[in-house]
């Protein structure tokens, strides 16, 4: 599990800079709730998340365990309705983890229930919630699509039951299609995560994978790389040459099948990682962070922005309930500079379908596009337009389109969406 990155001392009220506090409102504002339960750790995991065996039976403080954890998540409203003040209504809300699912439906749809007491909840608002396909039924999705939820992101990850035992993924396969089909039920929209790139999967069962996806007809998808991170049990087995080392070359032939499946299917790519079938099925909460857009993160680990300013909790569930109880729970925080806010708007603008002017890169930059055009990585219409935009060898080779942009790399750390 990764360390949270160093920063300034965070103020223990949570008080943002005036300039930060006097432009809350002029963006698009979300919450994100950072759910840190699972059942089982799985091995390819570095995620902020833990089991119930390591926190004990009731997990110590309030907040800190499975019973109590949606009261202190109130409380972190609270705190930030203090901190914010009036905002307007909020545009999106995602439940992530960990698996939010292991929480009763009937809290997750309190805490919506608490976001919307305080800011309001827009006409057009998407709620998501991320679940593992055992965690869920139609019973559980009613309670949450009755209470405002409007997705559902499930953990697929792999239809062969070979690769998703490489990864340690505990669910059966047929019950995504069971957890497609009750979310449909139910009226959720639909979202499949899927992760390429397992030790040992062949490109046929990667091909398997994409089109029992595809064949479930979901409003978005989104496909991942695996990266294998230190401290895990697979980089472990990896390390011991149990399992080999994936490699960039095989994940690039798995991506262009992605790429090359979904397209046909009626699905386009509007960020490097994600499909959706029309504009309305993208994940709008992730494009607010792709946007730089302001929200605040609630729950252990859980990053937050607000005008330039970004800050990350505490990362236990003991030590954030146990802050939460006097204070903000935030470890520290950073204010951006306008040099560092422009690097980032490149960095994650670049990524997206719609692609980045070209004015919001340096002379530098801007001299550096054409021969990005001449050696495939940028789309040469859309440059005479006026438009960044990767073509899908960019896409693939996208940092090096972002250092050709910008001068010298932004650390992922200072990206962060929040789950994590």
Known sequence: ??????????????????????????????????????????????FNTYTATELGPVGGAKGAGV??????AIDELDLAQQVLGDPPAVSTVFVGGGTPTLLPAADLVRFLGAVRERWGLADDVEVTTEANPDSVDVDSLRVLAEGGFTRVSLGMQSAVPGVLATLDRTHDPANVSRAVAAAREVGLAVSLDLIYGTPGESLQQWRTSLETAIALRPDHLSAYALTVEDGTKLAARVRRGELPRPTDD?????????????APAGFDWYEISNWSRTPAGRCRHNEAYWRGDDWWGVGPGAHSHVAGVRWWNVKHPAGWAQRLAGGSPAAAREVLTPGQRHDEDVLLGVRLRDGLPTGMVTPQGRRAVAGLVADGLVDGRSAVRGRVVLTRR???????????????????????TGHD
């Open 250 to 262: 095989d994940e690039a032939d798995k991506y262009e099948l992605a790429d090359e499946l979904l």
């Open 1 to 46: 599990m990764p360390a949270l990155p160093d920063g300034d001392e965070a103020p223990r009220d949570g008080a943002l800079p005036a300039t930060a506090r006097d432009a809350v409102g002029q963006r698009p504002f979300g919450i994100y709730l950072h759910v840190p339960f699972c059942t089982v750790r799985c091995g390819y995991c570095d």
């Open 67 to 72: 019973a109590t954890f949606v009261d202190a």
């Open 394 to 416: 960019g896409r693939l080779l996208a940092d090096t389109v972002v250092h050709q942009l910008i001068a010298g790399a932004v650390e992922p750390w200072q990206v962060s």
